[in-house]
């Protein structure tokens, strides 16, 4: 993690995108504390900014308090299986309503952020990866009308993004999600709500049977 040069007023959310940076690319191990002075100095702020941080990381999930203090949450197969469970009933509804009503300009803003996915990829950039999906699905939810299911994604988003990062770190996992995501946005593109749907749940469910998997051999 670099540090922060400049003092804007958003300072505590650049340092909390920072940190949560540096959790996705697998700097900060699952189980590590999170100790206020060493991530200050990394980062150049003061500790009362790093306390904040940690607050907030703590309301999504990602960290737990111990009695050794404040450490990065891990993720047990059970948690993982019943996230994948939730992203596949919120994504392939999702996903089936978007097909019914997408537009030109919906197909064309999906393909924008599949191919920010595949540079970010081509860049070796999981964090812009994973940017990059998260836009994929907003543009999905939103064009589809699943407010509320996207702000319970939203309140998911971290630990399904910690996830996410796991499970491309396997060889042929990142063409192979590119392709199942092409699928999907194929059958929007063509209004086929099913094949949309069922696209969804095979890309999900392969992608849940391998971070099952990791975990448990963790």
């Known amino acids: 993690m670099e540090k922060i040069e400049a003092r804007p007023q958003t300072l505590r959310q650049i340092a909390l995108d920072r940190v949560r940076d540096a959790i996705m690319e697998g700097q900060i191990a699952p189980g590590e504390r999170l100790v206020e002075r060493t991530l200050g100095d990394r980062l150049g702020v003061s ?18 308090n ?10 047990s197969a059970a948690q993982a299986r019943q996230i ?3 992203r596949v009933q919120l994504e392939s509804s999702a996903v089936a309503a978007c ?10 803003d999906l393909r924008e ?13 999981p964090v812009d990866a994973l940017r990059a999906s998260t836009r994929f699905y907003e543009i999905i939810f939103v064009a589809g009308e699943h407010d509320i299911a ?20 396997v060889v042929g996992r990142q063409a192979a999600g590119l ?31 391998i971070a099952i998997e990791m975990l448990k051999n963790r």
Request: hydrophobic share 50%; glycine share 4%.
């Open 47 to 64: 500790r009362s900014v790093i306390r904040e941080v940690i607050r907030n990381l703590e309301s999504e999930g990602l960290v737990e």
């Open 66 to 75: 111990s009695a050794a203090g404040p450490r990065l949450s891990t993720i």
């Open 84 to 86: 994948y469970e939730i």
């Open 99 to 108: 097909a019914k009503v997408a537009t030109a300009t919906t197909v064309a």
């Open 113 to 125: 952020a599949l191919a920010a996915i595949g540079a970010a990829h081509a860049a070796g950039s």
């Open 150 to 169: 996207w702000e319970i994604v939203q309140r998911l988003n971290s630990r399904i993004s910690q996830m996410r990062a796991m499970t491309l770190s």
């Open 179 to 209: 392709k199942r995501l092409s699928r999907i946005v194929d059958a929007i593109a063509n209004k086929n709500a099913d094949a949309a749907a069922e696209a969804c749940r095979e890309h999900v469910l392969e992608a849940g049977s």
